[in-house]
């Protein structure tokens, strides 16, 4: 089951920054927090992952409270074809029968206007 | 470079018909894989995983099986396929590095199913 709580939907200006927030209160200590996108009609694109530090690569940046209760993933200059349905997920590091799975709940579908 | 394989792309079958749909991923060795499911306006439900060859875990009960007869191929299958079975179903592998390490999953392109 999904752990993690995201806004359903949300808007954004092309060009503008898309702050796309998401709680997950109880998270472990061993649990990253992992974001990926879906265009409509493919498959899940992966766009970043954290632990605890904040972290930023080409795509996008992820901010994760001290607390790592909730996380904000960051697109600082959006473009039309960043619009697309948002999963933000946490799992836990290892490859057992229990571990390594992902598990995605319904996400924030962003729509980036011109 | 590591590229994953799924077909068909899509697939129209009749209730009661068999499924096969057939996943394979190329450029790396002993992945985890998985197989997804995405209803029409839901998230992605986890249907089944894999560690290894011949190493299944289920996720849901339901009308599928899935099998892994080589290290890079990963079958998802029906016997009798039912209107629930429609959906939007993707496979996804992830480098396993070791106990402890993180990677990303990678995601093919899906195949819609229609059962009519």
């Known amino acids: 089951d999904a752990k993690t709580t995201q806004p359903t939907s949300m808007d954004c200006a092309e060009g503008r920054a898309a702050n796309l927030p998401c709680n997950h209160s109880?998270?472990?200590?061993?649990?990253?927090v992992y974001w990926y996108r879906q265009i409509h009609s493919q498959g899940p694109q992966y766009i970043i992952h954290?632990?605890?530090n904040n972290e930023t690569n080409e795509m996008a940046s992820l901010i994760i409270t001290e607390d790592r209760k909730s996380s904000t993933l960051i697109l600082p200059h959006a473009t039309l074809r960043d619009t697309a349905v948002y999963y933000c997920?946490?799992?836990?590091?290892?490859?057992?029968?229990?571990?390594?799975?992902?598990?995605f709940g319904r996400g924030t579908q962003l729509t980036v206007w011109p | 470079s590591q590229t994953i394989h799924q077909w068909p792309a899509t697939l129209v079958q009749p209730v009661g018909s068999p499924l096969s749909l057939e996943c394979t991923v190329e450029?790396?060795?002993?992945?985890?894989l998985y197989w997804y499911r995405q209803a029409a306006g839901r998230g992605l439900q986890l249907l089944f995983y894999?560690?290894?060859?011949?190493?299944i875990s289920s996720e849901v009960p339901q009308n599928l099986s899935a099998s892994r007869p080589q290290d890079r191929q990963f079958i998802l299958s029906s016997k009798k396929l039912l209107l629930s079975d429609s959906g939007f179903y993707l496979c996804?592998?992830?480098?396993?590095?070791?106990?402890?390490?993180?990677?990303?999953?990678?995601f093919g392109q899906g195949t819609r199913l229609t059962v009519v």
């Open positions: 450029g790396t060795s002993n992945p985890n």
């Open positions: 109880t998270i472990s200590g061993n649990e990253y």
């Open positions: 894999s560690v290894g060859i011949g190493q």
């Open positions: 954290g632990l605890k």
């Open positions: 997920i946490v799992r836990v590091a290892g490859r057992g029968s229990t571990l390594g799975r992902l598990y």
């Open positions: 996804a592998w992830r480098r396993y590095l070791g106990a402890g390490m993180n990677t990303e999953a990678f």
